[in-house]
């Protein structure tokens, strides 16, 4: 089970921690990411992380920006967003992988968690 926390009303330029607990598995044995979509528009790719923590993949649209971590001990990964644009508000979907190295590709997600909906004013 994945349950993804944190998400709210943020102004642009603000910044925003989303959080997404795991259980049922060995966390650390299986790379997480990140995905988001707007409305209107198709699920895109915002990050991915390792299962060790080590190896990270950002999207190009928030490199720079949203930096994804990982706490093994707590079976949580994050997503810390900041300069957050307009743009950014969607729904933030954590997913489990189905191997221990991050991907873009939403057929290597195994188990999606329920959204959260993140919103940037203006």
């Known amino acids: 089970q994945l349950q993804a926390s944190g998400g709210g009303l943020v102004q642009a330029g603000g910044s925003l921690r989303l959080s997404c607990a795991a259980s049922g598995r060995t966390f650390s044995t299986y790379a997480m990411g990140w995905f988001r979509q707007a409305p209107g528009k198709e699920r895109e790719f915002v990050a991915a992380?390792?299962?060790?923590?080590?190896?990270?993949i950002h999207a190009d649209s928030v490199k720079g920006r949203f930096t994804i971590s990982r706490d093994n001990a707590q079976n949580t990964v994050y997503l810390q967003m900041s300069s957050l644009k307009l743009e950014d508000t969607a729904v933030y979907y954590c997913?489990?992988?189905?191997?221990?190295?991050?991907?873009?590709?939403?057929?290597?997600?195994?188990?999606w968690g329920k959204g959260t909906l993140v919103t940037v004013s203006s």
């Open positions: 997913a489990s992988m189905r191997s221990n190295w991050p991907s873009r590709l939403p057929i290597n997600v195994d188990y």
């Open positions: 992380i390792s299962s060790s923590g080590v190896g990270k």
